[in-house]
């Protein structure tokens, strides 16, 4: 049965109740653009989300070389046909009137029209320039979590193999970053231990500082179904905003920012004190049991309450909420990863799984998830830092294979260091060691944090700037040269999502004028630098999608990301598919350490680890002394206050996230007409307790300054938690008068004008969530309201008066109609 929704109003549409243990029922969500009927669609084309982490599978419609809408595909395990407001409408971004059709070039300090033959010219040479007279330490990568995984293994190799150069990092540092290196932590390895499915499985989902809902819309989908199921979950949310997870929880924690490793530390000690562990499982498979207890022993709920600011007795109902559990899953994004102790909060997280035992089993694991569509694949392929196939920088062994692979020295491939992260590369090029920064499908003057400091730095006349996008970003208003990319729809590749599904992505359009795929671009360079390996053949040997994905499948035989056993045919048919899959696993793996931890013995780790605190890089021989056997690793860390505090100039906390209609800095969703009606510029966000307080109203226009910089919006009043204020982080310039940053008619309107410069010790990720804040008012909002949606975290205390989020229609069915819907890629 047909029916229309509005999915802007509506944005996780209706209810199929799903009982524990059961399969989740299939439900196709559809949109075709206006006049468009589904018989009109002369084929539809193999796909996956783009704007999410997710994996969505879906598949494009297209008449006449167009794209005219998007369907869920019923059978792929990732949403079972669901798809979420960003999956329904974003596609529309594609056809925008100001796509980059032509490369542009630097005349006279203004950006032209050009070919591209003098576009790669002016980046060959000056890349060549610089080799001779600097070394390979004078150029550095910065690419994306959206491009596709054959894409960031080719940019792997010509950065490390071909230039020479440590400095290759992904926005993914900004976001997801500690994702990883919380798993290498704990588990000696990234790679998520858990599945989606568990969704199905669990009695207690415990989401910490993770806002599922308006960031992977389609598993809050899921759980939304199981609570009206049989045998529905009990939820545990910790976040201090309002969530629409928040609201359906049992149990709601809502700590100061900046304390969760003192909000974990005190669960642990409940659980610990009542033993709720599972003493079997944590003496055969983990390691570091009693230094935790001891790290414990005195941080009671009264304790913890002093400090994040919840009360001592919700602490240990948490506490019993975790411990009562049959099978508990986890997730962390945001709220810890952009936070105060990242990775010591995310692994403390997994501490409570590895002492509990959950792990292994159906609705029983830890989703330490990603933001980006495709952040997986810049780990997995070495494009964030780390070495493709999870190989350890630190093991001569791990690095002797990978020159193997590409048939070059060891000496060649950089490892005399830690790989260079993101904000230490950017320091490089303020201090004019870098000298060029090639910036592929990323906004980093709207997403790093201190954004005058940025601007400051892209601006320089020494510094070479290229940048690779969709359209002229502010970003992209800084650089030498601009090289047009193709995007999702226009290319072919494979992604994988969060729970190691990869999908297939075929081409279903061309792309715009002479827009180029990255992976062209890329082995474009390749080629014209003349990279080549030990033996004097070409080192990068492949020419399409298809023969990069089987080279890296070569790259990544034995590893714990191991796609030997994946064809593109298989994923044509199949669908998505998590790895690892190869000779022991052909049809995928659902879950990781189903008996115990398998990828943390010294020889095959990923990561020797760090100590949570300072940073510092354990020694083989450190790791070899704890772990031996590769056991799960049970590191501790004690509380430490921020290094930003309010005070009586900056007396609020500054937090900055995500809404659900958004994506990273809206270069998509910004020109898909009902994504940017329903949040169509920045906002602030106030408690009630404080809006009072202070005699702000609804609407009011306001500043925000910290030490760094200025915004101002629309105020929204919410249900925040009070001394806390929020700022999406996707608005910056483009869409102004100013186009790349702020100017004498356009204030400040990037959250990022405010954040401070600082980041995780051990993750190196920026700590957006961490400033202090002053708000002041500007002028009354009398007739005005926020643009803030009021479906979301962002709904008012007050909803009387506000204009309703709504203006996104879209159908969905129950059930796949017929079998043409069950065929991935198939026609009707």
């Not at 409408?89 to 300090?109: K, Y």
């Not at 994988?496 to 992505?505: E, G, P, Y």
């Not at 909803?799 to 069950?822: I, K, L």
Request: aromatic letters at 8%; hydrophobic letters at 35%; glycine letters at 10%.
């Amino acid at each position: 049965m047909e029916s229309v929704d509005d999915r802007i109003a509506n944005p996780w549409g209706g209810r199929v109740p799903h009982r524990r243990h059961g399969c989740w029922p299939a439900r196709v969500d559809m949109f075709l653009a206006e006049g468009v009927e589904p018989a009109m669609v002369q084929k539809w084309v193999q796909a996956a989300s783009i704007l999410h982490s997710d994996g969505d599978a879906m598949d494009i419609a297209v008449i006449d070389g167009r794209m005219v809408g998007v369907r869920g595909r019923a059978t792929d395990r990732v949403n079972r046909g669901r798809l979420g407001p960003k999956d329904l409408f974003g596609w529309q971004a594609n056809a925008s009137p100001d796509r980059l059709t032509r490369p542009l070039v630097r005349e006279g300090g203004r950006l032209v029209e050009s070919d591209w033959e003098t576009a790669m010219s002016r980046v060959v040479s000056r890349s060549r320039e610089l080799l001779a007279d600097r070394g390979p330490g004078s150029l550095g990568f910065y690419t994306s979590g959206q491009l596709f995984l054959e894409e960031y293994y080719t940019l792997a190799v010509l950065a490390r193999a071909g230039i020479g150069t440590n400095h290759i990092d992904g926005n993914t540092r900004l976001c997801t970053s500690t994702a990883a290196e919380a798993l290498k932590e704990s588990f000696g390895c990234d790679g998520q231990p858990g599945s989606y499915d568990d969704i199905d499985h669990a009695d207690v989902i415990a989401l910490f500082g993770h806002n599922i809902a308006e960031t992977q819309p389609v598993q809050w989908m899921r759980i939304l179904d199981r609570l009206e199921g049989a045998e529905p979950p009990r939820l545990l949310c910790v976040d201090p905003r309002p969530t629409q997870v928040a609201r359906r929880a049992a149990v709601r924690l809502a700590p100061r920012v900046g304390t969760n490793v003192a909000v974990l530390n005190a669960l642990l000690h409940e659980i610990i004190r009542t033993d709720r562990v599972d003493h079997a499982y944590i003496e055969a498979h983990t390691v570091g049991y009693e230094k935790l207890t001891a790290q414990v022993k005195d941080c009671t709920p009264e304790w913890a309450a002093g400090i994040c600011d919840v009360p001592a007795k919700r602490l240990g109902e948490a506490a019993e909420l975790l411990g009562s559990a049959d099978r508990l899953l986890s997730t962390v994004l945001q709220g810890f990863y952009q936070s105060h102790q990242a990775t010591a909060a995310a692994v403390q997280v997994n501490n409570l799984h590895l002492i509990r035992g959950m792990l292994g089993r159906p609705g029983a694991g830890v989703l330490q998830m990603n933001g980006q569509p495709t952040a997986q694949n810049t780990r997995e392929c070495g494009a964030n830092g780390d070495l493709p196939g999870f190989r350890n920088w630190q093991n001569d062994a791990h690095v002797a294979d990978l020159a193997e692979v590409w048939n070059v020295e060891p000496s060649t491939i950089p490892h005399y260091a830690p790989p260079t992260h993101a904000m230490q590369m950017f320091r490089y090029a303020e201090q004019g060691s870098i000298r060029m920064l090639w910036i592929s499908g990323t906004n980093p003057a709207v997403s790093l944090p201190e954004l005058a400091r940025v601007r400051s730095i892209l601006a320089q006349e020494r510094l070479f700037v290229v940048v690779q996008d969709l359209f002229l970003t502010e970003t992209a208003q800084f650089a030498d040269v601009v090289l047009p990319a193709a995007t999702w729809g226009e290319k072919t590749g494979t992604f994988t999502n969060a729970d190691r599904t990869v999908h297939l992505s075929a081409k279903a359009v061309d792309p715009p004028g002479q827009a180029r795929p990255d992976l062209d671009i890329f082995l474009d360079y390749a080629a014209q630098m003349g990279f080549r390996d030990k033996d004097g053949g070409p080192l990068i040997t492949w020419r399409s999608p298809e023969s990069a994905f089987e080279a890296w499948k070569r790259c990544s035989v034995g590893r714990p990301c191991d796609y030997s056993g994946l064809t593109y045919a298989k994923l044509r048919e199949a669908g998505g598919i998590q790895w690892p899959v190869n000779r022991q696993s052909p049809d995928g793996t659902e879950r990781l350490y189903t008996e115990g931890v398998s990828w943390a013995r010294p020889d095959v780790c990923e990561s020797y680890g760090k100590d949570l605190v300072t940073g510092a890089a354990d020694s083989e021989a450190d790791f070899r002394a704890v772990n031996p056997d590769g056991k799960g690793m049970i590191k501790v860390a004690g509380y430490l206050p921020m290094h930003e505090h309010p005070d009586d100039q900056y007396p609020y906390q500054l937090t900055t996230g995500r809404t659900l209609y958004h994506f990273h800095t809206r270069t998509k969703t910004g020109r898909a007409p009902q994504l940017n009606n329903a949040a169509p510029d920045v906002w602030v966000e106030i408690s009630e307790t404080d809006a009072v307080a202070q005699g702000f109203g609804e609407g009011d226009l306001v500043e925000v300054r910290s030490r760094r910089g200025t915004l101002r919006g629309r105020l929204r009043i919410t249900a925040l938690r009070p001394g806390l204020l929020f700022v999406p982080f996707h608005y910056g310039y483009w869409d102004t008068p100013a186009g790349s940053g702020p100017g004498p008619a356009t204030p400040g309107r990037a959250a990022n004008e405010t954040t401070v410069t600082d980041w995780d010790p051990a993750s190196k990720q920026p700590l957006f969530k961490t400033a202090s804040a002053a708000l002041t008012l500007v002028e009354r909002g009398t007739g005005e309201q926020s643009p803030a949606p009021t479906t979301t975290a962002s709904a008012p205390v007050v909803p009387a008066g506000v204009r309703a989020t709504v203006g996104g229609r879209a159908a969905h069915v129950s059930q796949a109609p017929d079998p043409a819907w069950d065929m991935p890629g198939g026609n009707k």
